[in-house]
């Protein structure tokens, strides 16, 4: 069973930054895409950047330019760098990834909260 464990959520002030982290148990190189979504609360899960594993990566216009994937095979994880984060980013963030076999798969969120 694939599994997807994030990490790096936390309490930041507005305008701070922070990274998340999403740990494949298997290589990224059996998804077709891995992103990262968030659900804040009383809300739909909603789709923050969608990263294709033969490279080009989509971010939503509300953190185009604040919100940089990154990725490193030999850990099989992904990064999420948030930057200048508002009150409105503030959301459980899940990391997904679309498998080679069609499959979805879903880590267990990691909270992000930004507030002063």
């Known amino acids: 069973q694939v599994q997807l464990v994030e990490s790096g959520g936390g309490l930041v002030q507005p305008g701070g930054s922070l990274r998340l982290s999403c740990v494949a148990s298997?290589?990224?190189?059996?998804?077709?895409?891995m992103d990262w979504y968030r659900q804040a609360p009383g809300k739909q899960r909603d789709l923050v950047a969608r990263?294709?594993?033969?490279?080009?990566?989509y971010y939503v216009d509300s953190v185009k330019g604040r919100a940089t994937v990154s990725r490193d095979d030999a850990k099989n994880t992904v990064y999420l760098q948030m930057n200048s984060l508002k009150p409105e980013d503030t959301a459980v963030y899940y990391c997904?990834?679309?498998?080679?076999?069609?499959?979805?798969?879903w880590g267990q969120g990691t909270q992000v909260t930004v507030s002063s």
């Open positions: 298997e290589s990224i190189f059996n998804f077709i895409h």
């Open positions: 997904h990834g679309f498998s080679v076999s069609y499959r979805d798969y």
């Open positions: 990263m294709a594993v033969g490279g080009s990566i």
